[in-house]
């Protein structure tokens, strides 16, 4: 096996290790003395609609939302796509029917949710006196400024009529279940699609001191609703009584199904973390070292090895290229590296998106660095431009993967081969 061919198989046995048609059925509650009601948003609620229609054995009656491109053809659910990750009106309109369909239920219904990455933005139901335009600008204010997920998601909250446990609220008192598929460093359950099932230990103050710490603009009308609008329910709260959120795929699974693979063909395997974050450039440059140290002391562990991580890291945007997180962290990755040789790396996001372009991801090589001058293109001049689509199409090494129908985050994986 190549060290592509085995970079890539790690890739593919960690989104494996997330499919729906594998996670759901496992984790379905028994059928409610009264109504089932289902709804879901996010990148693989369309994938998990299909796998609970297969494996149901009731009426069922819902509507889940999931971004353009995931569709699964279903038979008894309707599906509907929208934008992400900045929200749109198809978004909003699912999100308003999704709220509407859990009112009125009692304690003998069941509310079924299906929850996995992207649901925050999927799930785009503004705050009274909050405008979509207002949301779409702060999505993308935020997508820029460098904040964590749960940065970012802690203001979507106390900007939402139906997110940060407001959809149990409306729900209650039917017993809700909420399978959960992670995207979020450390699995939080109320940073998932900013928690819509979730009590919210986050408050409007702490969504202000976000805006604040990155200096974003916010219009009057949205600085009103976080100084006076009433929070989103706490833990404690009854409406939470007869909830169960479910996790029932992670990064960590991910990763061990990426590991396992590694052993089998001979390679060690390190798994560095499931839920690292911080800038993609800086996150390179430390994994740059432990490669480095792999390959010339043995440490943490001896040739043939490889690195594994996951988590998200974010990306400050000072340029005007194309790219996302993970071919950001691999242009940094190469550029650290400088060449060395026996060092191969691909980094990806298991939904098949590395932000908003077409890419997974990419992969890099010992002759990344040499082919790209061949090629005309200069590395640090695209990683200050924020481009590193361009720089990796150019070369060739774009990870192509398509809608995967799952979302368990980024993949990153550093094969030092034995010299």
Known sequence: MTPEELLKSMFKAGVDAALPSLC?????????????????????????AKALEDAWDGPLDGLVVTRYGYR????????????????????????????????????????LCLISGGGSALLALPAEGVTLEDKQAMNKALLASGATISEMNTVRK?????????????????????LMISDVPGDDASIIASGPTVPDPSTNEDAL??????????????RRLLDTAEETPKPGDPCFENVENIMIATPQASLEAAAAVAREAGVTPVILGDSIEGESRDVALVHAGIARQCAMRGQPEQPPCVLISGGETTITLKGNGKGGPNSEFLLSLAIALDGMEHIYALAGDTDGVDGSEDNAGALIYPDTLARAEKAGINPKAMLANNDPYRFFKGIGDLLETGPTLTNVNDLRAIFIEKA
């Open 209 to 222: 001191g976000i805006i604040k710490k990155y200096g974003i603009d916010v219009p009057d009308n949205m």
């Open 72 to 111: 699964v053809p279903t038979e008894r659910l309707e599906v509907i796509e929208a934008a992400h990750p900045v929200p749109d009106e198809a978004g909003r309109d699912a999100a308003k029917r999704i709220f509407e369909l859990v009112q009125g239920l009692t304690e003998d219904d069941l509310v």
């Open 158 to 178: 106390h900007l939402s009529a139906i997110k940060g446990g407001r959809l149990a609220a409306a729900a209650y008192p039917a017993k809700i279940v909420a």
């Open 24 to 48: 759901v059925p496992a984790h379905l509650p028994p059928r409610p003395k009264g109504r089932t009601v289902i709804i879901g948003a996010g990148k693989a609620s369309g994938a998990m």
